[in-house]
C-alpha cells in the first residue's frame, strides 16, 4: 500500500489553474457529540467572494503524511478549477479524535453528514458537495450517497465494491479470501494504531495514541462472521440500489481487485457511468499500466456537470467505457497493456452473447458429447501459489506467473487452436455438475489464453464455496450421495484472444492462499454432458461507436517535495522444502521512508506475509503477517510500531494471534496480544 506516485514522462505537472489557490492546514470539523475531525482544505482565493461547491475525500489513511503525497496531486487540480477540495481524517485515524473499531462503521457515515452540515455553513460554499475515493473513500462515497444528504449531488466511487461479503477482502465466492483476510486485517491492525501529530494536537497526544494502540484486531470480528449476514449487508449497498439517488461515476481497472462491482453498478443505479481502464488499485491519471489518462479533467467534466449546472457533454456520452486489452505472454508486472477503448450505451449490452464450450476427454469442444461421465478432480494443497496478489497495487511481483506452473496441480481442459480473433467483455461462468466425497468443499476454476509457444497467461478466475450454493448466509454439509449444480461466476475482463491461440480451463478443489483449505482433502468428481459448461461473453464490435472515444494526456498538479531517506523494495519467492514437502510463499515489501519537507514529517513502512502449507494437509496452512510502521519528525518525535498476526485452523476451530509493540523516542511503551478461537462454519 505504497501511497506514492511515480514518475512519468507521459503525465504534464499543472502549475497555473484558472483560479488562484489557497490552503487551510489543520481545519477542525467539531461533531454534535464533541469529537473534532482533522481537515485540509484547498480552495480558491476569492471563494468568499464567489463561493464554490466542495469536494470531500473523507479516508483512514492520515492527510499529514501517508497520502499527502498524492493528495498534493489531485486536490489542488480541483480547487484551481473552482472547488473547495476537502481532505478529511475519518473519526480515529491522522489527527482526528477517537478511535476506529472497524470499517465502515454506522459512526464513520453519521459524521460524514455532519461533515456536509459544516460545508454548507461555510462563507465559501455554495452548499453542494461531491465525494471521491478510492478504496475505502470509494466504499464510503457509495454508502453515504445511500444516507441522501441533501448536500450531496454527485460521487466518483474508485476501486470499490458494492458488496461487502461476495467482493471484498474478508470473503470471496463465500470462502475466506486467506491471502487478504489477515493481510488486510494486519494492515489496519498497525495502520489504527499510529498516533496523532503533537504539533496539531498537543500534549494528549500520547494519551490518545495508548488508546488506539488498544484497539481490537479487526480480523476478530471478521472471523466471527463467515456467512452473509447482517454485519456484511451493513455498508453493502446493493441491499438497496434504489437508495442511492444521485449520479455516480464508477471507476476501476483489469488489475484492480474492484472490477465486478462497476458491472453491477452501472447495471442498477439509474444515473451511473462506468470506466474500466488496464489500471492496479490506483488513480488513473498515475496508474500503471499504460495508458493512464487524463482522469482529473473528467473529473473536472463530471464535477462542472452535476455541482456547477455546466453542460460538459456527459450525458450524451456511452454508460460504459473499457478497455479491451491484447493478448499478452504472462508477466508478474506490465508496464504497459495495448488494446482499445471500446463502449457499450448501456449494461447488460445487447452487443454481447455467450459462447458455449463443454468439456470432453481434456478439451472444450463446441457441443456438449454423450449423457456425461465423471472427472476426478483431486485437492492438491499447494494448487494456486502462483495466481499473484489478489488486488494489485502496481508493485512489481503482484501478478500472476505462468500458469504452466499450476496447471500440474489442476484439471485443465484445452481448445482447439482459434480460427479468428475475438473480443470478451463481461463476465466467463463455468457451470458444472459434481458431486464430493466431503461435506466442506469449495472448487476453484481458472480461465488461461495459451500462446502458440505455450505460455499460459491467467486472464480470469473465480472461487465457490459449495456449502453456500443454497444460501450464502446459512450454509448446509454436503452428502456424498448426492449431484449438485454449481455455476461459478469468474472475475470480469475485457480481453482479445487472437487466432491460433487457445483457452484453457483449469479446476479444482483447492486454491491456496487465496482460498482457506477446506478441513479435509477434496476429491470432486465433475460430470460432463449438457450441464457442464464454460460460458464466455463474446463482444461485436461497434466500429463507429468504438473510435469515438479518446481522453486527454494525464494532468496533476505540482507533487509536494519529499526526500527518499529509504527506497523500495519488493521481494516475492515460492518455496518448496522437498524432505518435510513444505510449501512457503513469502511476500516481502519495504515501502520506504520519505520525509515531507512541507512539515518535516517522517514516516515509512515495511511489510512482509508468509502463507505456508504442507502437501497434502489442509490443517498445516498458515498464515503470519508483519508489520513495522515509523511516524515522526527527526528532532524529538519518533513512533514505531511492531505488529505480527497468525491465522491457524484444525477440524473445526480458527486460531488467531495479533500482537502489537509500540516504541517512542527508541524506548518500548506497549506491548500486548490477543488472542481469540472461532469455530469454523463451513469455511
Not at 438497496?240 to 484492480?256: C, E, K
Not at 486489452?325 to 508478474?332: A, C, G, T
Not at 473465480?462 to 454439509?477: F, I, V
Amino acid at each position: 500500500m505504497v501511497f506514492n506516485i511515480s514518475d512519468s514522462t507521459n503525465r504534464k505537472t499543472v502549475t497555473k489553474f484558472p483560479r488562484e489557490i489557497m490552503k487551510k492546514e489543520h481545519v477542525w470539523i467539531p461533531m454534535s457529540d464533541g469529537a473534532k475531525l482533522a481537515a485540509t482544505i484547498w480552495l480558491p482565493k476569492d471563494a468568499v467572494e464567489n463561493p464554490v461547491p466542495a469536494i470531500l475525500e473523507y479516508l483512514p489513511y492520515r492527510k499529514d503524511d501517508f497520502t499527502a503525497i498524492r493528495d498534493s496531486a489531485r486536490h489542488p487540480y480541483f480547487a484551481g478549477h473552482g472547488y473547495a477540495s476537502i481532505r478529511v481524517d475519518i473519526r480515529g485515524t491522522g489527527n482526528s479524535d477517537g478511535i476506529l473499531l472497524d470499517e465502515y462503521l454506522k459512526q464513520e457515515q453519521d459524521d460524514a453528514l455532519e461533515v456536509f452540515d459544516w460545508i454548507a455553513k461555510q462563507p465559501w460554499a455554495t452548499g453542494d458537495v461531491g465525494m471521491i475515493g478510492k478504496s475505502w473513500g470509494g466504499f464510503n462515497g457509495l454508502q453515504v450517497a445511500a444516507r441522501q444528504h441533501p448536500a450531496l449531488k454527485t460521487i466518483i466511487t474508485l476501486c470499490s465494491t458494492d458488496d461487502r461479503y461476495s467482493d471484498d477482502v474478508h470473503y470471496r465466492g463465500g470462502n475466506i479470501l486467506a491471502s487478504d483476510m489477515l493481510w488486510w486485517a494486519s494492515t489496519m491492525f498497525a495502520y489504527s494504531a499510529r498516533p496523532q501529530d503533537p504539533e496539531v494536537v498537543g500534549e494528549s497526544w500520547k494519551e490518545n495514541w495508548l488508546k488506539r494502540l488498544n484497539t481490537p484486531p479487526y480480523v476478530q470480528e471478521w472471523m466471527r462472521h463467515q456467512t452473509r449476514d447482517a454485519y456484511w449487508k451493513h455498508g453493502s449497498v446493493c441491499e438497496d440500489y434504489a437508495a442511492i439517488n444521485i449520479p455516480v461515476f464508477a471507476v476501476s481497472g483489469w488489475q484492480d481487485g474492484y472490477t465486478d462491482a462497476v458491472f453491477r453498478l452501472v447495471e442498477n443505479l439509474p444515473n451511473a457511468k462506468g470506466l474500466i481502464g488496464p489500471w492496479a488499485h490506483e488513480y488513473p491519471e498515475v496508474a500503471t499500466p499504460e495508458p493512464a489518462i487524463g482522469f482529473l479533467q473528467e473529473c473536472i467534466r463530471w464535477w462542472d456537470q452535476w455541482l456547477k449546472g455546466k453542460d460538459t457533454g456527459i450525458k450524451d456520452e456511452p454508460k460504459f467505457i473499457t478497455w479491451i486489452q491484447d493478448s499478452e505472454l504472462p508477466k508478474v508486472n506490465y508496464e504497459e497493456r495495448p488494446g482499445k477503448w471500446v463502449a457499450e450505451t448501456a449494461w447488460p449490452s445487447e452487443n454481447i452473447s455467450e459462447k458455449h464450450f463443454w468439456l470432453n476427454d481434456g478439451k472444450l469442444v463446441n457441443e456438449a458429447i454423450g449423457t456425461g461421465g465423471n472427472i476426478t478432480v483431486p485437492s492438491v494443497q499447494e494448487h494456486g501459489f502462483y495466481a499473484g496478489v489478489f488486488c494489485p497495487f502496481g508493485e512489481p511481483g503482484d501478478l500472476p506467473s505462468d500458469q504452466r506452473l499450476e496447471n500440474g496441480k489442476s484439471v485443465v481442459f484445452t481448445s482447439d487452436p482459434f480460427t479468428e480473433d475475438f473480443d470478451m467483455l463481461g463476465h466467463p461462468v463455468f457451470d458444472m455438475e459434481f458431486t464430493t466425497d466431503e461435506e466442506n468443499a469449495l472448487v476453484a476454476v481458472r480461465l488461461s489464453d495459451k500462446a502458440p509457444t505455450g505460455e499460459s497467461t491467467l486472464i480470469s478466475w473465480g472461487m465457490l464455496n459449495l456449502n453456500q450454493l443454497k444460501s450464502r448466509e446459512y450454509p448446509e454439509a454436503l452428502h456424498s450421495n448426492q449431484v449438485y449444480q454449481a455455476s461459478v461466476k469468474l472475475n470480469a475482463f475485457g480481453q482479445s484472444i487472437p487466432a491460433g491461440h487457445q483457452l484453457e480451463v483449469a479446476i479444482s478443489p483447492t486454491y491456496w492462499p487465496q482460498a482457506w483449505p477446506s478441513p479435509k482433502p477434496v476429491t470432486l468428481k465433475v460430470r460432463t454432458g449438457a450441464k457442464t459448461k464454460l460460458r464466455l461473453p463474446i463482444r461485436t464490435k461497434q466500429h463507429e461507436l468504438d473510435q469515438s472515444i479518446h481522453f486527454d494526456p494525464p494532468e496533476t498538479a505540482q507533487v509536494i517535495d519529499k526526500e527518499i531517506l529509504r527506497a523500495e523494495n519488493r521481494t516475492r519467492t515460492v518455496s518448496h522444502h522437498t524432505i518435510t514437502d513444505v510449501w512457503k510463499l513469502e511476500d516481502y515489501s519495504d515501502e520506504g521512508e520519505r520525509k515531507l519537507l512541507m512539515n518535516g514529517l517522517v514516516h515509512g513502512s515495511v511489510n512482509k506475509n508468509t502463507y505456508t502449507i504442507k502437501s497434502g494437509d489442509p490443517l498445516s496452512a498458515h498464515i503470519q503477517c508483519e508489520w513495522e510502521l515509523t511516524v515522526g519528525r527527526q528532532e524529538n518525535w519518533e513512533t514505531k510500531l511492531l505488529t505480527n498476526s497468525e491465522m491457524t485452523s484444525d477440524l473445526t476451530t480458527f486460531y488467531l494471534k495479533n500482537t502489537m509493540v509500540a516504541f517512542y523516542n527508541g524506548e518500548e511503551i506497549f506491548r500486548k496480544t490477543w488472542k481469540e478461537e472461532i469455530p469454523r462454519n463451513f469455511q
